[in-house]
Every structure is written in structure tokens, then in C-alpha cells.
């Protein structure tokens, strides 16, 4: 069956329980996901709860209801399948929503996985709104919702722009007049909230000599340009406040530079994805930063407070987040300071470093890709921290460039391989990807790790580091 021939199915499941209950992740995509489903329930009328986890695995089982209600895993579930079956959760007790590679189970719960129908560009809270629409046509406004967890789980970030189903339902909620397509934009972090000269500074994809990690390089540069950067009043504009002049004024001016530096200007525009209904100078108002947003509320264990501003609350909720958000962006750049003032270690394909207990193991994976563009560019990174609610175990976080993943590499296939076999577990992205192995096997996995990224290195036709 095609992915629309299993949302309809997983729809019409749902609808003919008396009580749901959705199990969902805590990242932007689980978030976003979650509130799709939820509003889609409420609007039917269907007595509902829910659950969110940092990972499914053999402790958070336990916050599964052991009662009637139909289990909904979103944004997981598709890799955990056995401690399904060993919950003893039966086939007519589990649907699952989810995009990432489904395991070998002796019990065919039922799925609607983008990946499985070959989509792999589609997030979970993408297949979410399939089911939503499948559920009642009406719930077309939860396109924005799908578009946020789409892009948080970085499914425009190769492609500079969403691709296949995410796109078409990014188009549908623009024709309904809920999203902004920008289709030739800055493909730049901020702007909608940053001062140009920060969002340039801040910004790695593309890197641009002289102006990526140097806000005063990039102020001049700007300046050097003769557009206004500030208002009458002296508040920094954003670049959501410049005239289409202005922008390619500086967007041109950009690519020179890149060209001048030797370097390609293929990834300088992107498509970005806006919300017209929202506040302007928000995060709220573009998909990138409403995923932020939504990252920040999980990643410090308040995914609720994300999903109550996914369901429309802008007032105490949106407050807690914005809050949330800042020390989130602090605690980053402490991270980041630390990766940098202590070093990574480099071996022959990957470079690492163990932070210890020092911070979240909900934020070492941003850290470290923000750190990349200040180090060797041209290996992945990878992150080790000690598991707060374990201390034997040691939670993994590996980053990379698009450019190193367009030579082959697939963070997600080492990572899974090498903590499998020393009995963790892991999964992700070809680009970002997590394990949780024993603390004791961390030497023998980063050494596994290295080789494994080394063999996609050197597979024919790929480059090597």
C-alpha cells in the first residue's frame, strides 16, 4: 500500500477506539507531532491522553497506560517493536506514526512509516498530518505544524528546501493561506528575530570566509554594502524587514564573495517556510526557529509547555518557552566554549570528546555540530556524555556537514552498527545521529565508529578525508 493508503487505515483505526492515547518523542518533530494528533482527536471527539518520552527503551515502557486505550506511537515505536511485543501490547492495541527504520518483530503492528513507503524526507509529525487529514479533511491548519516538524528534524536541510510529501504539504497549507513559501530565500538561522550581521555570523551552510564566525567581519561587509541595518530608532533590522532590493543587493554581494573565496554558492539560498498569522520579530513566525523553539521546550523536559503553544497558547506558555529558549541558547554557547577551549581528539576519520556529567545529554549533539564549523570540518564530530538517569551508560551524539554526507557518509549506519554490537543502541540521520552504548565499551566503540566512517570513506567513488 502507498503512505496516503496507510494513513487512512491508521485514520480509521483511531476513530474506532473509544479512548487514545499517544506515546510521542520530546524533539520538535515528537512535539509537533504529538499536537497534530491531539487537536485531530479533540476536534473528533475522542477521548484522548498523552505521553511524551526522551527514547522508548525498557524504563519509559513503564509510562505506557496499561489499560484499554489504543497506544499511538509517534516519532518512535517503528525501531523499538519488541519491547512492544514484550510489553505484550497485541497488534489491535498499537498503531504507529513514524519515519525512522522499522525492526524485525514477530508481531505486524500496524505503521504508517514514511521510510517504509520510501519517503525519507518526510518527518514523523509529516505523516502525523496525513493521518490528521485522512481523520477529517478540515484539519488543514495543522500544516504549519507539520511544516515545523518536518524542518526541526532537518528534512529541508540537505535539499536547502522540503522535497516530495513534506513539500506538497507545505503547499497545501500555503494555498489555504496558513504558510509563506519564500522559494529563492537567505538560507541563513534568525530572520526572523536576529540582526542580519548575527544570523551571517552565526551561519556554517554555507560558510563564507570572512563573514561565518565573525560578527565584526560580517557587520562590515555589511556595511560596506550601504543598506540601512538600522531603523530610525536604532533597533537592528531583520532580514524579514529588508526590501526585495536590499536582499539581493546582499545575497549577490554574498555570492561574489563566496566566489571569490573558491567557493561554491549552491547552498546560499534555500525555500523558507513563514506563518503569516504570527507576531513579527518572533520565533513563532518561521518553521526554523518554531522548531527551536519546540527543541528547547523538550530538550529541558517541558515538552507540554511546546505542545500547549502548538495548540495556540501565546501567552503564559509562549512566555515559559521564550525563557526556556534563552538559557537553552546560553548553555549551548557555554557547551561550545568548552568543546573549544578543551579540544576534540582526532583519529584518521572522526574527531571526539567526552564532556563528562558537565552538561545536558539533551544538548551535547547541538554543541558539538556548532563547534564543527570551528574545527576540522572535514570529520565528523561525535560527543560522549554520562546518562543522568544511568551513569553505566553513556549517551552518544554524532554531527556532520552536508558536504561530508554528499561523500558517502551515513552517520546513522556507523552509529547503529557500532553501539549494536557492543550492546547499545542507535539510530538517526544520515547528517545527526545518537546511541546509548555501555560506559564501559567507549573506547572499543569510538575506535569502531572510526573505522566504520573510514569504510564509507572509501567506498568507490567516494572522496577521503
Known sequence: MSLRDDAREVARVILSHHEVTVISHIDADGIAGESILAQALSRAEVPHKSVFVRQLEPLTMRQVPDDDSLKVFCDLGAGQQNLLLERGLSREEVVIIDHHVSQPCGRDYLQANSLLSGHGKLSAAGVAYLVAREMDGGNADLSRLAVVGN?????????????????????????????????????????????????????????????????????????????????????????????????????SSLAQQLIACGEPTDRLFCESYLFPAEAERTPLRNAQEFATLLNACGRWTRPRVGGAICRGDRGEAFREAEHMLSN??????????????????ELSHIQYIHVGDRYPDTIVGIGAGMALSRLNMDKPILIMVVQPEDTSLTKVSMRTTERVVSRGIDLQQALTVASAEVGGAGGGHRIAAGAYIPRESEDTFVERVNQLIGEQFARPGQGHC
Open 151 to 251: 524542518v526541526g528534524d532537518m528534512m529541508a536541510r540537505e535539499d536547502c528546501g522540503l522535497t516530495g510529501p513534506a513539500r506538497e504539504i507545505a503547499i497545501e497549507g500555503a494555498e489555504a493561506g496558513w504558510i509563506e513559501i519564500v522559494p529563492r530565500d537567505l538560507n541563513c538561522y534568525g530572520i526572523s528575530t536576529r540582526p542580519l550581521h548575527v544570523c551571517l555570523a552565526y551561519n556554517d551552510d554555507p560558510y563564507i570566509p570572512g563573514i561565518s564566525n565573525n560578527a565584526g567581519g560580517a557587520l562590515r561587509f555589511l556595511q560596506r554594502l550601504g543598506v540601512e541595518l538600522q531603523t530610525p530608532d536604532k533597533r537592528w533590522r531583520v532580514w524579514e524587514e529588508f526590501s526585495p532590493d536590499e536582499k539581493r543587493l546582499v545575497t
Open 328 to 345: 537553552h541558547r546560553a548553555v549551548i554557547r557555554e557547551l561550545l566554549e568548552y568543546i573549544l577551549d578543551t579540544g576534540v581528539r
